[in-house]
């Protein structure tokens, strides 16, 4: 049996931050090399009406050029006062966007999972990294922390140790 890190890759992309004071963008990386990407959103509570969004771009640069939006459709999530008691992920599909809120997710605790197929990343036009970010919510003093796993590594004949690299 492979060790866990041995068939996924975990970068860190916001590292803990207060959210609102201003908007957080996360590190650009390379999924040429997976099949899918998760990206994991761990939120404390805030205040009403501050709702953290978060916006996920493809770029064919790992400085974020010709950035455009990436649309994704599925969300899961767990929310709740205290998170620690909440077992189960509640699905959400939305209609195809590149970004997710949810109007009463600023006043509890939050865990959020947008995992994506890396073949829905316009490759055809060069376009190999991700980027996520949460924009400013408000004058909470809300905390987050966004990771991305990359996951199905593609080229995984003859891998030992860890797979390819995604921090360019």
């Known amino acids: 049996m492979a060790h866990l890190l041995e068939k996924m890759n975990i970068v860190p992309a916001i590292m803990p931050v ?9 590190d650009w990386v390379n999924v040429e090399n997976y099949g899918r990407i998760a990206i994991v959103f761990l939120g404390g509570v ?18 974020g050029g010709s950035s455009k939006a990436l649309n994704f459709t599925r969300i899961d999530y ?22 997710y809120t949810e109007a009463t997710m600023g006043e509890t605790q939050k865990l959020i999972v947008i995992d994506i197929e890396v073949n829905s990343i316009d490759a ?3 376009f190999d990294y991700v980027q996520a970010s949460i924009a400013d919510p ?12 990359l996951h199905e590594p ?15």
């Open 46 to 63: 805030g205040a009403a009406s501050q709702d953290p969004t978060i916006t996920v771009l493809q770029a064919k640069t790992n400085s």
């Open 154 to 168: 593609r080229y995984v004949s003859g891998l030992t140790g860890y797979p390819p690299e995604a921090i360019a």
């Open 78 to 99: 767990k929310q709740a006062s205290a998170l620690t008691a909440v077992g189960t992920f509640t699905q959400v599909t939305q209609a195809a966007a590149n970004t």
């Open 124 to 126: 055809d036009n060069d």
């Open 138 to 149: 408000g004058t909470a003093t809300q905390l987050g922390a966004v990771l991305y796993i």
């Open 18 to 26: 207060a959210l609102g004071t201003a908007a957080n963008n996360g």
